[in-house]
């Protein structure tokens, strides 16, 4: 099953992320499983930038689901132009989007994936209203 990344979502963040020798497996290409550790790394940089990092006391984000559409393998060596984007904001959840393409091929996407991030009220371990400080942010 194939994930669409929705029309209306607003970019939130960018950042370019080298590709590592270790990023790669046996096959030659990055591992699969690095193409969310490149998701994560733009997304927790955004959500530090915003000032909604989590409180292990207090509230924050928590990703409920993640996925990743491969549509061309990354090889080592190289730079990944990371483009994050957020959707479909609710009373406690939010979706956030990312592209990533090769810094030396503009504009051709080798993979995108997203995720839907709920913001919680750590110490009940259930969900909360955002504040809407972050709503703001969401653009």
């Known amino acids: 099953m194939r994930f669409t990344l929705p029309e209306h979502k607003t970019l939130t963040h960018e950042m370019v992320i080298p590709i590592r ?37 207090g509230q924050g984000p928590v990703i409920v689901n993640a996925f990743c559409n491969f549509m061309r393998q990354l090889e080592y060596p190289g ?3 990371a483009r994050h984007y957020v959707a479909n904001p609710g009373r406690s959840s939010f979706d956030t989007f990312i592209t990533l393409e090769r810094t030396d091929e503009p504009g051709v996407v080798y993979a995108e994936g997203g995720a839907t991030t709920v913001w919680i009220d750590f110490p009940s371990g259930k969900s909360t209203p955002m504040p809407d400080w972050l709503r703001a942010k969401l653009g």
Not at 31 to 53: P, Q
Request: without cysteine.
């Open 79 to 81: 730079e990944i132009l």
């Open 21 to 57: 020798w270790g990023d790669m497996d046996m096959m030659g290409h990055v591992n699969n499983t690095v193409y969310f550790r490149y998701m994560e790394i733009v997304r927790i940089e955004w959500l530090h930038g915003v000032g909604a990092e989590p409180n292990p006391q």
